[in-house]
């Protein structure tokens, strides 16, 4: 294990080629965290022939600055590490470097939420596939000590259209319902373009709303510029990129999505609409062009980001994962988040105090984002 020392676009170069590289790994990313209190900390693994073969941007955030405290930390890496997590004997060396590192840093814990896969469709489903290998490194990491994590930072389970099919085929294997739609929105005079920087302040004010009134938080207008900003103008071959999606109806924005991609992969990762025209589905039309544009751009998969933890109407996701499933993409269900804390009282501590905080700040981030909205 041994620090990056490389150029931004370099790191994002090298991520590309690994096993299931992530937009939440590049360069970018550490970049709009770094706004936010956190360090990117970038590191790499070497073969015998000088090659690199796993990968890792580790998130680092100081939680006091004084006192006895002081060198406590926390540490995550937004799925990562990336490597061939079948290959064992490299797993291992990694893990074991990862455990290492924590130790070191005074962490009260070290996050990891890789993609790796432990089934794919619904579970006890006809379609539930356990993947052996996910399964073996779950056990792997129980036994070394990592527990589930009770904060899951990222979704652990989404929903993958393959992109392999020409459109014709990726219509024809969208739920008849939600193809009908589709064909509504355009025949009812809904249009869909890319949107420019200087619309990110509309997009800001849709999203807010959308917010209100579906009932989740979301943070202040300056995180989202940044983050929209950093991955619009990145755009390059093997760097990362967002493109903001808008549907309108006689010129007027009702709708939008911002479809990221990166090394092959598209994410659905913010979507907001208004209030009115959406009898006209829009929403339908949106996610087609995003299929189409991410197709277009070489992309293999197109990930709708996001399915319920609990697959029935429990869930509070079971709406939108409805919505989702209607597009013909495939449940993947993947290890989620797991903690590796060397001091078992702090993370014990953190762990039962940080909920608590959380709960007044996600109230608090409500009551701004309405106050901001006038509503």
């Not at 900003?229 to 911002?258: H, T, Y």
């Not at 697959?311 to 919505?323: A, L």
Request: hydrophobic fraction near 40%; glycine fraction near 6%; charged fraction near 25%.
């Amino acid at each position: 294990m041994q620090a990056f020392t490389g150029v931004p676009k370099e790191w994002n170069e090298i991520i590309s080629q690994l096993p299931e590289p992530h937009f939440l790994q590049t360069w970018e990313w550490s970049q709009v965290k770094a706004k936010n209190g956190w360090s990117g900390l970038p590191f790499v693994w070497k073969d015998s022939q000088n090659e690199i073969v796993a990968a890792a941007m580790i998130l680092k955030k100081q939680i006091l600055s004084k006192g006895f405290a002081a060198r406590l930390s926390i540490l995550y890496a937004p799925k990562g590490p990336l490597l061939d997590w079948n290959d064992e004997a490299l797993r291992n060396r990694v893990l074991n470097d990862l455990q290492s590192f924590a130790k070191k840093q005074g962490a009260i814990f070290l996050k990891l939420d890789p993609d790796v896969v432990l089934g794919s469709g619904v579970p006890h489903s006809v379609e539930d596939v356990p993947d052996d290998v996910g399964q073996a490194i779950r056990s792997e990491l129980t036994r070394r000590g990592w527990v589930d994590s009770s904060d899951q930072i990222q979704f652990q389970n989404t929903v993958v259209i393959e992109l392999s099919l020409s459109e014709e085929e990726l219509l024809a294997s969208m739920k008849p319902k939600t193809r009908y739609n589709v064909r509504l929105a355009e025949k009812k005079g809904v249009t869909v373009r890319v949107g420019t920087l200087g619309e990110l302040p509309m997009l800001y004010r849709m999203y807010a709303e959308t917010s209100v009134r579906d009932g989740f938080v979301i943070r202040n207008e300056d995180y989202y510029m940044t983050v929209w900003k950093l991955f619009m103008q990145s755009a390059a071959d093997n760097q990362p990129s967002a493109i903001p999606l808008i549907a309108e109806v006689d010129g007027e924005p009702i709708a939008a999505i911002f479809l990221f991609i990166f090394a092959g992969h598209a994410y659905y990762v913010y979507g907001m609409s208004r209030n009115f025209y959406r009898e006209k589905m829009p929403t339908y039309l949106l996610q087609w062009e995003a299929i189409k544009r991410a197709k277009s751009n070489g992309c293999e998969t197109y990930d709708l980001w996001g399915a319920p933890d609990v697959f029935d109407e429990s869930d509070s996701m079971w709406g939108v994962y409805r919505f989702k499933e209607g597009f013909g993409g495939e449940v993947l269900r993947t290890l989620g988040a797991y903690d590796f804390a060397p001091n078992k009282l702090w993370y014990k501590l953190y762990t039962e105090v940080m909920p608590r905080v959380l709960d007044v700040m996600r109230s608090r981030g409500k009551s701004k984002t309405k106050q901001g909205l006038d509503i």
